[in-house]
């Protein structure tokens, strides 16, 4: 786990987050700069620097991602959703920790710009 890692810090209590939902392998947190009505991430606690670094062992964790991030949506008041996950800073990942963003509670289009 890099001492450099925004997200690790979140998780380790060092930065403060607004939470939704934790685990003993995962957190929720609402994103900081929201893009929709609700904007929230899921990150494992295990530092993995992005989708392209999932490796097997890592599976059923990242499946976990989606089943926790469908609850907390629910829970926030929303059945319908985006799914985004970034990889690469051509496709816009600025924190190398993977994360799972759900945005909801508007119009979204498609395709993003
Ligand atoms: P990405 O651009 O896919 O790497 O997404 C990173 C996301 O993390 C962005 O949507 C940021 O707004 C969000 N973010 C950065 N710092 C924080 C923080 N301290 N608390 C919550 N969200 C954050």
New binding site residues.
């Given amino acids: 786990m890099p001492d450099t890692c925004?997200f690790c810090k979140?998780i380790k209590g060092e930065?403060p987050?607004d939470t939704l939902y934790e685990d003993d392998q995962l957190l929720a947190?609402?994103?900081?700069?929201p893009a929709a009505p609700i904007h929230f991430?899921v990150i494992p606690k295990k530092h993995i620097s992005g989708p392209s670094a999932v490796a097997e062992e890592d599976e059923q964790l990242i499946g976990r991602m989606m089943r926790v991030g469908s609850k907390v949506a629910k829970k926030e008041g929303i059945e319908q959703f985006r799914v985004v996950f970034?990889n690469g800073e051509e496709a816009?990942?600025?924190?190398f920790h993977i994360?799972m963003?759900i945005l909801g509670g508007r119009n979204l289009s498609w395709p993003p710009g």
């Fill in positions: 925004l979140i930065i987050s947190f609402r994103d900081i700069a991430l970034n816009g990942q600025t924190v994360h963003h």
